[in-house]
T-cell receptor, first 113, second 114 residues
Framework: AQSVAQPEDQVNVAEGNPLTVKCTYS??????LFWYVQYPNRGLQFLLK??????LVKGSYGFEAEFNKSQTSFHLKKPSALVSDSALYFC???????????FGKGTRLHILP | DTGVSQDPRHKITKRGQNVTFRCDPI?????LYWYRQTLGQGPEFLTY????????KSRLLSDRFSAERPKGSFSTLEIQRTEQGDSAMYLC????????????FGEGSWLTVV
């Protein structure tokens, strides 16, 4: 069965600094990896995904993520954080044999002005 | 293209009552998912459908929970004899159904059991 871990409950970053939100995963087959963002009292919004190909994936709002197969990681990154990036971020995983998508517990990103 | 629509957005019910949530997926999306999210937690998988077929149901889901997608379009999630522990946001999502496809979420239905 697939699983995903987000080791940090909260990440604090000063505006303008680079940010990283960590994610590690476990699957039986080949992974499909996703990042979503959630604002208060809203549903989840898709940011980006890795299916195959280039290990560096670019997504919405300037976010990108790097797939590392050897470390089974898919960390979310952004070169320069904005206050408006403050939200709850979820990493998710499925494998190519089971399309059920499993989410991590989330990381709250707080960008300090 | 309209997004995933969920109704009602908020529901307050007394313990022991039954509640039903409806989800209308994005048009032509044949895969539909239900998740439950409590405060401070990630979405917890409940069940999913491929067209009208229910492919999997979480073992965490008690017999009080049932989901249907009778014509392969909209879906309903019913909770019978609600308990305070059922208070959560119930999220619906849909996708075109091919492996690796992005799933798109609705705004969720908040349930409060008093």
């Amino acid at each position: 069965a697939q699983s995903v871990a987000q080791p940090e409950d909260q990440v604090n970053v000063a505006e303008g600094n680079p940010l990283t939100v960590k994610c590690t995963y476990s699957v039986s087959g080949n992974p499909y990896l996703f990042w979503y963002v959630q604002y208060p009292n809203r549903g989840l919004q898709f940011l980006l995904k890795y299916i195959t190909g280039d290990n560096l994936v670019k997504g919405s709002y300037g976010f990108e993520a790097e797939f590392n197969k050897s470390q089974t990681s898919f960390h979310l990154k952004k070169p320069s954080a904005l206050v408006s990036d403050s939200a709850l971020y979820f990493c998710a995983v499925a494998d190519n044999r089971d399309d059920k998508i499993i989410f991590g517990k989330g990381t709250r990103l707080h960008i300090l002005p | 293209d309209t997004g995933v629509s969920q109704d009602p957005r908020h529901k307050i019910t007394k313990r022991g009552q039954n509640v039903t949530f409806r989800c209308d997926p994005i048009s032509e999306h044949n895969r539909l998912y239900w998740y439950r999210q409590t405060l401070g937690q990630g979405p917890e998988f409940l069940t999913y459908f491929q067209n009208e077929a229910q492919l999997e149901k979480s073992r965490l889901l008690s017999d009080r929970f049932s989901a249907e997608r009778p014509k392969g379009s909209f879906s309903t999630l019913e909770i019978q004899r609600t308990e305070q522990g059922d208070s959560a946001m119930y999220l619906c999502a849909s996708s075109p159904g091919r492996s690796g496809n992005t799933i798109y979420f609705g705004e969720g239905s908040w349930l409060t059991v008093v």
